[in-house]
Antibody, heavy 123, light 110 residues
Framework: EVQLVESGGGLVKPGGSLRLSCAAS????????MNWVRQAPGKGLEWVSSISSSSSYIYYADSVKGRFTISRDNAKNSLYLQMNSLRAEDTAVYYC????????????????WGQGTLVTVSS | SYVLTQPPSVSVAPGQTARITCGGNNIGSKSVHWYQQKPGQAPVLVVYDDSDRPSGIPERFSGSNSGNTATLTISRVEAGDEADYYCQVWDSSSDHPQVVFGGGTKLTVL
C-alpha cells in the first residue's frame, strides 16, 4: 500500500524556521516526482513546491520562493521542506503528494496525498 | 499569473447530476485534474488529464475540457459525494512553471 506520512509541523514564531519531512513507503520512491501543497485553515489548496525524481527539476510558488527549499533523499525514501523566514500567512496544513512522472512534473497530477502536518506561525 | 475560477457552491438532489465548472483562459489547451476533499481529510484525485479516472473512482465521475471551461460531472449523486472539489492545472507560460488550483466548490447534496 502506498503511504505518505508527513511530520515536523508545530508552532513557530514569525521569522523562525521549520523543517517538514514526508516518509514514503509502498512504492519505488526514487522513480517519482514529489510535491508539497498547503491549505490554510478554512481555505483552499495552494501549491508550494515540486521536485523531480533525481532533483533535476525544482519549482516553487512565488509566495515561498527564496524562503522555502524542497529536497529529497532517495536512499531514505524521504521528502523534505525547509521553511525559513516564516510568516503568519504560512500557517497551514502541509501535504506531501506524489505525481506520476519521474522527470519534469509539469502537467502532472497529485496522487496520493499524505494526511498532512499542521504548521502554525504565531507569536 | 493564470487564474482558475470555480463557483463557490453547487447544490443537487440525490440521484441528480452535478456539474462543477472550472474557468480559465484557453483552459482547453491544458490538462485539468480534479480532487475531492471531505472535511478533515486529505484530497483525493477523482479525474486526471481532463477525463481519465483513477482506479477505484466510480464511473459516475467524469470530466471534460474545451475552450475556456473544464467541467467535472457527477452522475447519480449520492450523499457521500458531498465534499469540496478543486480543479488543478500547470501554468507553464513563463520560465518558471507553477501549479494553479481553483478556489474550490462545495458540493451540497440536498
Amino acid at each position: 500500500e502506498v503511504q505518505l506520512v508527513e511530520s515536523g509541523g508545530g508552532l513557530v514564531k514569525p521569522g523562525g524556521s521549520l523543517r517538514l519531512s514526508c516518509a514514503a513507503s509502498g512504492f519505488t520512491f526514487s522513480s517519482y516526482s514529489m510535491n508539497w501543497v498547503r491549505q490554510a485553515p478554512g481555505k483552499g489548496l495552494e501549491w508550494v513546491s515540486s521536485i523531480s525524481s533525481s532533483s533535476s527539476y525544482i519549482y516553487y510558488a512565488d509566495s515561498v520562493k527564496g524562503r522555502f527549499t524542497i529536497s529529497r533523499d532517495n536512499a531514505k525514501n524521504s521528502l523534505y521542506l525547509q521553511m525559513n523566514s516564516l510568516r503568519a500567512e504560512d500557517t497551514a496544513v502541509y501535504y506531501c503528494a506524489r505525481d506520476p512522472s519521474s522527470s519534469s512534473p509539469v502537467g502532472q497530477w497529485f496522487d496520493p496525498w499524505g494526511q498532512g502536518t499542521l504548521v502554525t506561525v504565531s507569536s | 499569473s493564470y487564474v482558475l475560477t470555480q463557483p463557490p457552491s453547487v447544490s443537487v438532489a440525490p440521484g441528480q447530476t452535478a456539474r462543477i465548472t472550472c474557468g480559465g483562459n484557453n483552459i482547453g489547451s491544458k490538462s485539468v485534474h480534479w480532487y475531492q476533499q471531505k472535511p478533515g481529510q486529505a484530497p483525493v484525485l477523482v479525474v486526471y488529464d481532463d477525463s481519465d479516472r483513477p482506479s477505484g473512482i466510480p464511473e459516475r465521475f467524469s470530466g471534460s475540457n474545451s475552450g475556456n471551461t473544464a467541467t467535472l460531472t457527477i452522475s447519480r449523486v449520492e450523499a457521500g459525494d458531498e465534499a469540496d472539489y478543486y480543479c488543478q492545472v500547470w501554468d507553464s507560460s513563463s520560465d518558471h512553471p507553477q501549479v494553479v488550483f481553483g478556489g474550490g466548490t462545495k458540493l451540497t447534496v440536498l
